[in-house]
């Protein structure tokens, strides 16, 4: 499998310095060659290609030895096919007819990632094996940085990236051939059903709470943010206020993250199948305001709603709970989410008076009565079952 390792760094003053540098100029390269792209393109109708540009690169680097010719070639390449991908990805939603998006330019805060396309190459991952204590990376222009390593490296190290979160500096690494992990057979399935009330509610009743991370941090985030509303922009005090506003959104992302890791992991040790729905949140949580000629109704209550969804972290819990079971040899399926909560788990009727409130379920036909996210649980998995029954039998 390929896996991805993220590291906090411990760079000192210098280092610092020379990692917000060398973003810098990552960024300065991206912007030049979008600019390059769009006038080669306006002035003479020439479509600028990924492998034109790094000819191009070259003659820069010589030009500017102190500046751009300091960094890795490599990694100056990955900036470039990155531009590449965004313009890729311009060109396959106009021919599927969505809003094109034309790639933009980068801001400073827009542009955090640099990478280098192998190791060995501009970077080395554990520079310094001799060391007793610690762990360090090598990267060109910067010098060995030293690693919080906090779990083993597993697999083979093939790209190294570093990421600038707030005033944190992380390495990423991603690694082939790391071996998978699989966990002993349990002979139990279960259906889960995302909430908001509770995070998981699996089709046995067990629940999984959900931690309403960012309510739990509203008043602070909302004093940090009134804070930077009063402040004048491009001041010294500002970039503190900003500075803040950041450090506690990435507080609560942090805590999301952790927390769906360790429901991710309950659920992987407990069950060799689990079934989900196959949600679109982004359609979920799109915006009931409307236009002015046709207002939206109860927007309010809807981006409350869609607030509380996010919150959640439904997509980041998903992602995970995929990669963990792939990693233990679980089987997870996907299910139509359609009708789920309003149909009957013990007679089939659907209707939408059988869920009349949050937490209670009462079929009007049967009077079968349950827990609402339980009912919707046993739909769900009864669905994956279904699925993986007419998958066996193809």
Known sequence: MRRSFKFLLRPTSRQAAALAACLEDHRTLYNAALEHRRTAYARAGVSVRYGDQPAELKHIRADDGEGQGRWSFSSQQATLRRLDRA????????????TPGFPRFKGRGWFDTVQWPKDGDGCRWDSQPEHPAATFVRLQGVGHVRVH????????????GVKREGRRWYVVLSCDDVPAQPLPATGVVAGIDLGVASLVTTSDGHHIDNQRHLAACAGRLASAQRDLARTKRGSKRR?????????????????????????????????????????????????????????????????GLNRSILDAGWGVFLTILAHKAESAGRELIAVDPRNTSRTCARCGHVAKDNRLTQAEFACTACGHTAHADVNAATNILRAGLALRQAAQAA
């Open 87 to 98: 313009f890729r990805a311009f060109f396959d939603r106009v021919e599927a007819g969505r």
């Open 149 to 160: 390593q906090h779990r083993a490296v597993k697999g083979r190290v093939k790209t190294i």
């Open 239 to 303: 970039r503190k206020a900003v500075a803040r506003v950041a450090a506690l959104h990435a507080k609560v992302r942090r805590q999301r993250l952790d927390h769906a890791h360790k429901a991710a992991l309950a659920l992987v040790g407990g069950y060799d199948v689990i079934v989900h729905e196959d949600l679109r949140i982004t359609h979920m949580t799109r915006s009931a305001s409307g236009t002015i000629d046709a207002p939206g109704r109860n927007v309010a209550a809807k981006a």
